[in-house]
């Protein structure tokens, strides 16, 4: 099973005792799975649900609170929705259904949002709303740069109800398009795990917060290891490009060098890998760090001026190309 699929499993099972709690998560589930159509000059009201269990459900709290039956059909999937769905339509009634849950308006007009008693009811009632819309259209991806709780709206003001909402509950939810369509978008990782937990999906929150972090560590080993690669490969661009130079002030001098001067360079091209601390141990006596730069550095630029002065090419022509002094 996916992620959403696991998550919608879970909360299919949740059942708030409180009956606002309820009437806002029915609510916001028909106004996000469909909502309102036409039949024969009647107002229906329909739901298309991705699972059988969840229609049963939808079923029996219809039943339960509005003391309507609905009809349950098994639709099979064609055209642009794959996968088979079940429909859970209320004709007989449904007008009335449609204005008893705020999907019609006293003048017989569909709510474009969701109904201002939801969204500004109790933190149970705002819980809900959002159970029902992401049971309806939630989607949630795996941790990582592109990880997002998304739910597709039916309209713009429909998901500014729902951003509204998640304000309440503490979770910073933003509202946007793609490609035409209204969503609202949860990114934040510690506000997807938020956003579970307040939708009831308890167990869900706590897999995907441990998912999350195991990636966090995971990735931050990833950065450790390129940043020591990109160490490395410097260190070896930067003994390839003195080691070059090296030879080449040699070449130059001939035997005009100094003799502690060759000394220092022969000891660079003796062990191109050292470092400078390491090159002084080598030595004879035994010379610090410091020393044994002032040297090479020394050597390069007498091999420099001389160069300059004959006319010919110095010691950074000796580098390879990429390399870094």
Not at 107 to 121: A, E, I, Y
Not at 220 to 232: S, Y
Request: hydrophobic share 45%.
């Amino acid at each position: 099973m996916s992620l959403t699929a696991d998550v919608k499993a879970e909360l299919t099972s949740v059942r708030d005792p409180r009956p606002s709690a309820r009437v806002a998560e029915l609510t916001s589930l028909l106004r996000f799975s469909g909502g309102l159509h036409s039949i024969a000059n009647r107002v229906a009201v329909e739901a298309e649900l991705e699972s059988d269990a969840l229609a049963r459900r939808v079923a029996r709290d219809l039943i339960e609170l509005y003391g309507v039956r609905p009809e349950l059909v098994h639709v099979q999937g064609s055209g642009a929705r794959s996968g088979s769905h079940y429909a859970v339509r209320v004709i007989e009634g449904g007008e009335t259904l449609a204005r008893q849950t705020g999907l019609l308006d006293q003048r017989r007009r569909p709510v474009r949002g969701l109904p201002n008693k939801l969204t500004t009811g109790s933190r149970a009632d705002l819980a809900g709303v959002w159970r029902g819309a992401f049971l309806a259209a939630g989607s949630l991806s795996e941790p990582g740069r592109s990880a997002a709780l998304e739910i597709t709206c039916p309209a713009p003001e429909a998901a500014m109800a729902l951003v509204g909402a998640a304000h309440r509950l503490g979770i910073p939810a933003k509202a946007r398009e793609v490609r035409g369509v209204p969503r609202v978008v949860v990114r934040e990782g510690e506000a997807i795990r938020l956003a579970l937990a307040h939708m009831g999906a308890q167990r869900a929150a706590a897999e995907w917060d441990q998912m999350r972090q195991r990636r966090e560590v995971r990735a931050g080993v990833n950065r450790l290891v390129n940043f020591d690669d990109a160490n490395l490969r410097r260190s070896a661009q930067a003994a390839v490009a003195a080691c070059a130079r090296v030879e080449r002030a040699l070449e130059i001098l001939g035997d005009d060098v100094p003799e502690h001067l060759r000394e220092a360079g022969a000891l660079r091209l003796a062990h191109r890998d050292a470092s400078l601390d390491e090159l002084g141990h080598h030595a004879e006596p035994a010379l610090t760090k410091d020393a044994v730069a002032g040297r090479i550095r020394r050597l390069l630029a007498m091999a420099d001026k001389k160069a300059e002065v004959d006319g010919i090419p110095g010691t950074e022509s000796a580098v390879p190309a990429g390399a870094e002094d």
